[in-house]
């Protein structure tokens, strides 16, 4: 089993760009979560959906925070425009619907200039 | 006040010590309630899983989950250098997906 899939894995931009981090969950798993760590807030649900339908993005910081998942298969978190203060490890996790365990990838760190 | 404290740390024990991590929370709405540990750089992994009250071990870990206090704990006996980690708690309502964390505790096990 490949694990929950994250790209980039670093991720170095400047105050106004557009940032896209991308997520492939488990295979079958049909829950999808984004998370944001920091040493001040810890690590915070920005959005979750399930079989692709967005459940709760009461999370989601502003409208700079956009969630999308296509298919069962990717998901993309987009930031635009990116400000120093969004600069954080992102963590994608996937579940099966229902189930408690959430298994983590290895996060996107990133750091706005 | 937020819905699940933790106390950061950090805590630093020796080798072979007991170590006790502990949670309080305020929703008593929480029915799920899940220890993770995250190595440095990583992300976290699911360590322990408790529904409802009551004891659960596995090997050198316990969890105990008291619903009355709202307080939950994981301990970690004969710790060991490779148990050095941010553990965070987390839990959640029976109604929802969203699970909410704690801060995470930075534990070190010293040689």
């Known amino acids: 089993d490949a694990g929950v899939i994250q790209s980039p894995r670093h991720e170095v931009t400047e105050m106004g760009q557009e940032v896209t981090l991308r997520c492939k969950p488990i295979?079958?798993?049909?829950?999808l979560f984004w998370y944001r760590q920091t040493m001040m807030r810890g690590l915070e649900l920005l959005i979750y959906?399930?079989?692709?339908?967005?459940?709760?993005d009461s999370g989601m910081p502003e409208d700079r925070f956009s969630a999308k998942m296509p298919n069962a298969s990717f998901s993309t978190l987009k930031i635009q425009p990116s400000e120093p203060r969004d600069s954080a490890v992102y963590f994608c996790?996937?579940?099966?619907?229902?189930?408690?365990?959430?298994?983590f990838g290895p996060g996107t760190r990133l750091l706005v200039l | 006040q937020k819905e699940v404290e933790q106390d950061p740390g950090p805590l630093s024990v020796p080798e072979g010590a007991i170590v006790s991590l502990n949670c309080t929370y305020s929703?008593?709405?929480?029915?799920?309630f899940m220890w993770y540990r995250q190595y440095s750089r990583k992300g976290p992994e699911l360590l322990m899983y408790?529904?409802?009250?009551g004891n659960k071990e596995d090997g050198r870990f316990t969890a105990q989950v008291d619903k009355s206090s709202k307080y939950i704990s994981l301990f970690i006996r004969d710790s060991q250098p490779s148990d050095s980690a941010t553990y965070l708690c987390?839990?959640?309502?029976?109604?929802?997906?969203?699970?909410?964390f704690g801060q995470g505790t930075t534990l070190q096990v010293k040689p």
């Open positions: 996790a996937s579940s099966w619907a229902g189930k408690e365990t959430q298994y």
């Open positions: 295979s079958g798993h049909n829950s």
């Open positions: 959906f399930n079989n692709n339908v967005p459940i709760d």
């Open positions: 929703n008593s709405a929480f029915q799920y």
């Open positions: 408790t529904y409802s009250s």
């Open positions: 987390a839990m959640k309502a029976s109604n929802t997906g969203k699970l909410i």
